[in-house]
């Protein structure tokens, strides 16, 4: 059993930064992907970010390309989403995700869930 809890939301202006933190607990998360979703009132969640367990390949959103980065610390179990150049589009709850697989953008293919973090940009 793998639990996530994140952290790092909150209120920012737009252009601005915020860096979320995913704290995972169990022995098998170096061998886990790690995705972070989010979602906006009235929306489906969406994929943002995912990093692979081997090499730390990432892959991101087209929407968050070049201004987003996931990181991870397998050895403090932690996964990282440094967002740099905040839009208000960017409004939404972000949670963290570990697959047993690959980091797919499919929420399906997910298999643990944190309780997400609320980020707002404003305009």
């Known amino acids: 059993q793998v639990q996530l809890v994140e952290s790092g939301g909150g209120l920012v202006q737009a252009g601005g930064s915020l860096r979320l933190s995913c704290a995972a607990s169990?022995?098998?998360?170096?061998?886990?992907?790690m995705g972070w979703f989010r979602q906006a009132p009235g929306k489906e969640r969406e994929f943002v970010a995912g990093i692979a367990w081997r090499f730390a390949a990432t892959y991101y959103a087209d929407s968050v390309k070049g201004r987003f980065t996931i990181s991870r610390e397998n050895a403090k179990n932690m996964v990282y989403l440094q967002m740099n150049s905040l839009k208000p589009e960017d409004t939404a709850v972000y949670y963290c995700?570990?697959?047993?697989?690959?980091?797919?953008?499919?929420?399906?293919?997910?298999?643990?869930w944190g309780q997400g973090t609320q980020v707002t940009v404003s305009s």
């Open positions: 995700a570990a697959s047993r697989s690959i980091p797919t953008p499919s929420r399906e293919q997910y298999d643990y």
């Open positions: 169990g022995r098998t998360f170096s061998t886990l992907a």
